[in-house]
């Protein structure tokens, strides 16, 4: 089946500084999402990606959908203590209703 | 504004014991999602339903889980005779009719003692 690999696994940063992470499949997909999950909670959708190489952005988040339909990127500018959580990308095969595919996830944390 | 709500939030259960998680999907959502997370591991695909029918069951085990979305009330997910490998956190999402994004509840934790 499909795999999508994330990385890094996990940051440390500190706050005020900006964090890339990526995602990388083997497989194609015609719509890729970001998800931020806190401890305890479910996923929460930031970024919905739909074309190759669209570049959306939301607030400090900014995120690309890669032009091979492989991989997508998100950053954060200016990091805060509220971005602390677990990212996960997630791809979609075709569009209209379908299953996600979720990564592996990134952990960030934010050192004091 | 009410989103996905599942619940409960936390269950318990002995092994052999079955245990029912409900999910109920955002207003206007017709189409129902079953994921199982395992500790520091991403999110499992189980099982996609519209109301009455199951769309894709491929993520789901083949024995003791069975998941419906009846057309009056919540969507179930059924783990009968739970075991230990069982304990997870469950979420379910819910989307709208040919709409990519699909919204995530709370999650119900379940432990298998």
């Known amino acids: 089946g499909q795999q999508l690999n994330q990385s890094p696994q996990s940051m440390f940063i500190q706050e005020g500084e900006d964090v890339s992470m990526n995602c990388t499949s083997s497989s194609i997909f015609n719509t890729w999402l970001w998800y931020k999950q806190d401890p305890g909670e479910g996923p929460v959708l930031l970024i919905a990606l739909y074309k190759a190489g669209e570049l959306t952005s939301n607030g400090r988040l900014t995120a690309q959908f890669g032009i091979t339909r492989k991989d997508s990127f998100l950053n954060i500018s200016a990091s805060i203590p509220s971005d602390v959580g677990i990212y996960f990308c997630a791809g979609q095969l075709k569009y209209g209703n379908e299953k996600l595919t979720f990564g592996t996830g990134t952990r960030l944390t934010i050192i004091p | 504004n009410a989103g996905v709500m599942q619940n409960p939030r936390h269950l318990v259960r002995r092994r052999g014991q079955e245990a029912r998680l409900r999910c109920s999907p955002m207003?206007?959502?017709?189409?129902v999602y079953w994921y199982r997370q395992l500790p520091e591991e991403g999110l499992k695909f189980m099982v996609y339903l519209q109301k009455e029918n199951i769309i894709d069951e491929s993520g789901m085990p083949k024995e003791r889980f069975s998941a419906e979305f009846p057309k009056e009330g919540p969507s179930i997910l059924r783990i009968q005779q739970v075991v230990r490998g069982d304990s997870a956190a469950y979420f379910c999402?819910?989307?709208?009719?040919?709409?990519?994004?699909?919204?995530f509840g709370s999650g119900t934790q379940l432990s298998v003692l």
């Open positions: 207003k206007g959502h017709s189409h």
């Open positions: 999402a819910s989307s709208q009719v040919q709409r990519e994004k699909l919204f």
